[in-house]
């Protein structure tokens, strides 16, 4: 019986001996993160090697199950695998395969030195830098979609509100009307009628042109609302548009008779609507608004609220009413875009502003109305007394 003679073919291109990742002599990797495999072959062997691993200077790596490949000449290629964590204290390291046996003769190395690409990210550096990204997006997302719809349900409720709304329903208080007129009044080109159909638009969710509008063909013609006009917003609540003075300089006579009008169409509420953006007419107005508030409130018994139109131009120049203003209080003022016939997209929190101003302006028409009832009521009285006063004796 013959014995095996120990042989090693060399099968080309590969020399004798163990060789990393199909690469001969001083070998070199590089690698993404510091989590790898490594694989050492030894070709064409009988009687089989031992093969070992391990990073320079230090014990061994545990193996992974090795790979055996037969060949018809009857001699193996045996690989052994390794997962290796390379430590943090540097960016490269050398390994060493070792292989013993008789196909080696005695003993063979081969070593390759392995580099953490710098910036390069492990898979699962990778996965994170994936799936984060898409995480934060999901959860935005998420959030933008729960805030869209409370906006959305907010604004609802406002419609609701104001198309149920009938003046002293949530009041203790017994009013003198069950309709509330609040009237729109400043200097032509301001943005009246444009905030009366911004209104309706936040209220009923479809723009229409209610009141007319000045365009670049009616401005010839100067003032676009000529008289006094209703638009009905509900039952309950009528918006009045009015005719525009020429400049914050003319007499406020004109202003005065539309406010108060006659008793059935009395305005309730007088919101004054101005355009801020140019210096002349913020000078005019500030000096208006520092007499003309007081004056109304003294004739006509009503406090007034204020509309500022064009907030984006108004914002994009850092003017603030808020600021220009300061005699006014804020819960008094609305700055505001209107929409207009070339820009009505609708823009739930522009809508939502809109009615919580409207409400406002109800709340405000409710005061004056009580305080209108009460003067009323005093005068009915004081007139009882005089009467009673002077009536003949005997006829008490
Ligand atoms: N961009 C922008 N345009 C506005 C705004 N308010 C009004 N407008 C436009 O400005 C012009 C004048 O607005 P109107 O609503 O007609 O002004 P008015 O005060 O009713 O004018 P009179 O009836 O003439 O007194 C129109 O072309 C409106 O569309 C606003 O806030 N932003
Ligand atoms: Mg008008």
Same mark, same amino acid.
């Given at each position: 019986m013959s014995q095996d003679k120990p042989i090693h073919k060399v099968i080309p291109p590969y020399e004798n001996g163990p060789t990393f990742d199909k690469c001969q002599g001083d070998c070199t990797k590089e690698v993404n993160g510091r989590e790898f495999q490594l694989s050492c072959t030894v070709h064409g062997t009988k009687p089989n090697v031992t093969i070992s691993l391990k990073a320079a200077g230090k014990s061994d790596i545990t193996l992974l199950p090795a790979s055996f490949e037969t060949r018809e000449d009857g001699t193996s290629d045996q690989t052994v695998y390794a997962n290796v964590s390379m430590s943090s204290d540097s960016n490269s390291e050398a390994y060493t395969c070792n292989a013993r046996g008789e196909a080696v003769q005695g003993m063979a190395n081969a070593t390759i030195t392995v580099t953490v690409k710098s910036g390069g990210l492990s898979v699962g550096a990778i996965v994170a830098v994936i799936a984060i990204p898409l995480i934060v997006l999901g959860l935005v997302c998420f959030l933008v979609f729960k805030l869209t719809r409370k906006k959305r349900e907010s604004l609802e409720k406002l419609r609701t509100q104001i198309r149920t709304y009938k003046p002293g /329903? $949530? @009041?203790e208080s017994e009013l003198s009307v069950n309709k509330v007129n609040l009237g729109l009044f400043g200097v032509?080109? @301001? !943005?009246k009628s444009a905030f009366i159909n911004s209104v309706m638009f936040a209220l009923t969710g479809e723009y229409h042109k209610h009141a007319d509008e000045t365009t670049d063909d009616l401005m $010839?013609? !100067?003032?676009? @609302?000529k008289e006094k006009t209703p638009y009905h917003l509900t039952s309950h609540i009528t918006l009045f548009d009015n005719r525009g003075l020429? @400049?914050?300089? /003319?007499?406020t006579t004109q202003y005065m008779d539309q406010m108060r009008y006659n008793v059935s169409e009395r305005i309730h509420c007088p919101i004054h609507v101005a355009d801020a953006r140019g210096e002349t007419a913020t000078n005019d107005l500030n000096g208006f608004l520092i007499k003309f508030p007081e004056e109304v409130e003294k004739l006509c018994g009503v406090k007034m609220k204020y509309v500022f139109t064009h907030k984006t131009d108004m914002e994009s120049n850092g003017r603030d009413p808020r600021k220009l203003f300061q005699?006014?209080?804020?819960? /008094?003022m609305i700055l505001v875009e209107n929409y207009t016939h070339e820009n009505h997209e609708e823009d739930v929190e522009r809508s939502t502003e809109l009615l919580k101003f409207i409400l406002s302006c109800l709340e405000r028409a409710k005061c004056n109305i009580e305080s209108m009832d009460r003067k009323e009521k005093e005068r009915k009285e004081e007139q009882l007394r005089k009467d009673m006063q002077f009536a003949p004796a005997g006829i008490h």
């Open positions: /329903d $949530a @009041t032509m080109s @301001t !943005g $010839a013609d !100067g003032i676009v @609302t020429q @400049t914050y300089l /003319d007499d005699r006014i209080p804020e819960e /008094d």
